[in-house]
């Protein structure tokens, strides 16, 4: 499975930017897909997944409530509402995919996408 994440950018602490990430490859409908962020000089934090199948969603609680995954359709769409950004949020963003669930070890990683949120 390969990876390619999309959508960050430069926005200022208020704003909403949806991320995507599209998934060339067969994803289980077991599988998990998941966001992630790592900023400069942190560890890499989990934000959300999605089981592929059933599209239960699971979220961490830094980001509740402002965070929304989702998945298109019939394709290997997925996406990461992010709403109300704050400078916090400032960070390379990932997805990837979990042959074992949303909050075990994940297998396929994309090469992320930078979100910078100005105050």
């Known amino acids: 499975v390969q990876l390619q994440a999309s959508g960050g950018g430069l926005v200022q602490a208020g704003d909403n930017l949806r991320l995507s990430c599209v998934a060339s490859?067969?994803?289980?409908?077991?599988?998990?897909v998941g966001w992630f962020r790592q900023a400069p000089g942190k560890e890499r934090e989990w934000l959300a997944a999605?089981?592929?199948?059933?599209?239960?969603?699971y979220y961490a609680d830094s980001i509740q409530g402002r965070f929304t995954i989702s998945r298109a359709g019939a394709y290997n769409t997925l996406y990461l509402q992010m709403n109300n950004l704050k400078p916090d949020d400032t960070a390379r963003h990932y997805c990837?995919?979990?042959?074992?669930?949303?909050?075990?070890?994940?297998?396929?990683w994309g090469q992320g996408t930078l979100v910078t949120v100005s105050s």
């Open positions: 999605i089981r592929w199948g059933a599209r239960t969603t």
């Open positions: 990837a995919v979990s042959r074992s669930g949303p909050r075990e070890k994940y297998d396929y």
């Open positions: 490859g067969r994803i289980f409908s077991s599988s998990a």
